[in-house]
């Protein structure tokens, strides 16, 4: 982009910008006769279902208190001491975010407002288990609804044959640490639809689904919203670094592998006013892909539509494409990272300096690795103990102050031509000539 401003071209950032194509709208009409299929027909079509897309059928879909106990009996040592780091940090970062249970407003003497949190009754968490086993994901969803105050938490995940027909030993270990006992083998939008309808004998509905998966669960998400709450509509993984000359390319080289590791469609891109940043990394890139296990992955990731370079006059404009773009993860790689940080107003989540990388994230910053993606940071959030939370505001008057503001209710009323909203007041005072 470099020379295009001053030359007078307009430059639509968004759409310039390189980023995966993902038709959520397409795959409903895949994921429809699904849900209704688990909607009308319950275990059996999670039967068929689970033979179709899974390949397994496991012998119970809920799995047992044995199963759960036994993987955490036999989890590595090092692997629980870094999981619970990683509940630890969430925890305590979790409890901030959590906040005061209610607010009282008077807004007049005897004319009071609380507003008040209350957390959602029961909610269903969508563990990935496809390309990699995402144990992480159930710390990033279970602790936020523990410390929202959630009462019944149930966590899925999809059947793995290699573990017949159970979850990852690793998802379930977790669960066992955290004390969620209601734990299910069902993957895919059968999962979502389970939860949204419940099915007799094995799952009650729940209120909330939140959790990251591929199209078809983000489609099924998107298809049964409004009978269940949702999370997001969460698409391909993605990372933008923002980086001057300044940068380390190695670290930035190993950030944009990292992300391309997710997924074939994972996009990472680079945004720096540096050409020779820019030839650094892109020569730094394939001897460490060389070093790494997912290659072929990696580099269909990187060589695909939705990563590149992107090459800008300077940082301002640099900060005007990162903000367009709304990544999922924002890298930021200058000089002076933190004051620039504070300056970005689209993104997921914002890793500042070269010693934040998006991988510690994804662990145990403590911080949420449950983002907004496909530019939709612009105007959502990630997933945190407020996702849990619904906000209600109970309003309390006595006669006094709904007296006062009588007259304001009744010409409001008339001004939308609601006249019974006005009568619903006036006939409380009909009996004091003292209140006009």
């Known amino acids: 982009m470099r020379g295009r401003l001053a030359a007078g071209e307009t430059l639509d950032y968004r759409r310039i910008v390189p980023r995966a194509p993902f038709d959520v709208a397409a795959a409903m009409a895949a994921v429809a006769p699904v849900c209704e299929d688990v909607a009308t027909r319950g275990l059996d079509a999670l039967t068929e279902l689970s033979e179709k897309f899974d390949g397994v059928v496991p012998e119970h879909f809920r799995v047992p208190a044995e199963a759960l106990a036994e993987a955490e009996a036999q989890l590595d040592p090092e692997v629980r001491a870094a999981f619970e780091v990683a509940i630890e940090r969430r925890r305590v970062v979790a409890q901030a975010e959590r906040g005061d249970d209610s607010v009282a407003v008077d807004v007049a003497p005897g004319a009071r407002v609380i507003h008040k949190t209350i957390p959602v009754n029961r909610v269903g968490l969508y563990v990935p288990g496809g390309l990699a086993p995402l144990s992480s994901s159930v710390i990033m969803n279970v602790v936020p609804a523990q410390v929202a105050g959630v009462k019944?938490?149930?966590?899925?995940?999809?059947?793995?044959?290699?573990?017949?027909?159970?979850?990852?030993?690793?998802?379930?270990?977790l669960c066992r640490i955290l004390g969620v006992e209601e734990v299910y083998a069902v993957g895919g939008a059968q999962a979502v639809a389970m939860f949204a309808y419940g099915v007799p004998g094995l799952c009650e509905p729940v209120d909330l689904v939140t959790g990251p998966g591929n199209i078809y669960v983000v489609a099924a998400k998107r298809l049964l919203k409004?009978?269940?709450?949702?999370?997001?509509?969460?698409?391909?993984?993605?990372?933008?670094?923002?980086?001057?000359?300044?940068?380390?390319?190695?670290?930035?080289?190993?950030?944009?592998?990292?992300?391309?590791?997710?997924?074939?469609?994972?996009?990472?891109?680079?945004?720096?006013?540096?050409?020779?940043?820019?030839?650094?990394v892109a020569a730094a890139i394939e001897p460490q892909i060389g070093r790494t296990l997912h290659q072929e992955r990696i580099r269909t990731a990187l060589t695909g539509e939705q990563s590149g370079i992107v090459l800008v006059d300077d940082l301002e404009q640099g900060l005007a494409v990162v903000?367009?773009?709304?990544?999922?993860?924002?890298?930021?790689?200058?000089?002076?990272?933190?004051?620039?940080?504070?300056?970005?107003?689209?993104?997921?989540?914002?890793f500042v300096g070269t010693y934040s990388p998006v991988s510690l994230g994804d662990y145990c910053a403590g911080s949420t690795h449950v983002l907004p993606t496909a530019g939709a940071a612009a105007h959502s959030s990630g997933l945190t103990v407020q996702s849990f939370l619904r906000q209600v505001h109970v309003i309390n008057y006595s006669a006094d102050a709904l007296a006062d503001v009588k007259k304001t209710v009744e010409v409001f009323a008339r001004a939308e031509n609601l006249p019974a909203h006005g009568a619903a007041v006036t006939v409380r005072f009909a009996d004091d000539p003292s209140i006009s």
Not at 236 to 242: G, R, V, Y
Not at 246 to 270: F, K, M, N, R, T
Not at 331 to 345: K, M, N, S
């Open 152 to 173: 019944s938490i149930a966590v899925t995940s999809p059947p793995q044959k290699e573990f017949g027909g159970l979850p990852h030993p690793s998802i379930l270990a």
């Open 226 to 280: 409004g009978r269940i709450g949702i999370d997001s509509e969460a698409g391909p993984t993605e990372i933008a670094i923002l980086a001057d000359a300044s940068a380390d390319p190695d670290h930035v080289a190993a950030d944009l592998i990292s992300q391309a590791e997710h997924d074939p469609l994972a996009g990472s891109v680079l945004v720096t006013d540096s050409p020779e940043l820019a030839e650094r």
């Open 323 to 350: 903000d367009a773009y709304g990544a999922e993860h924002l890298e930021i790689h200058t000089a002076g990272a933190f004051d620039l940080a504070q300056r970005v107003t689209n993104a997921g989540a914002i």
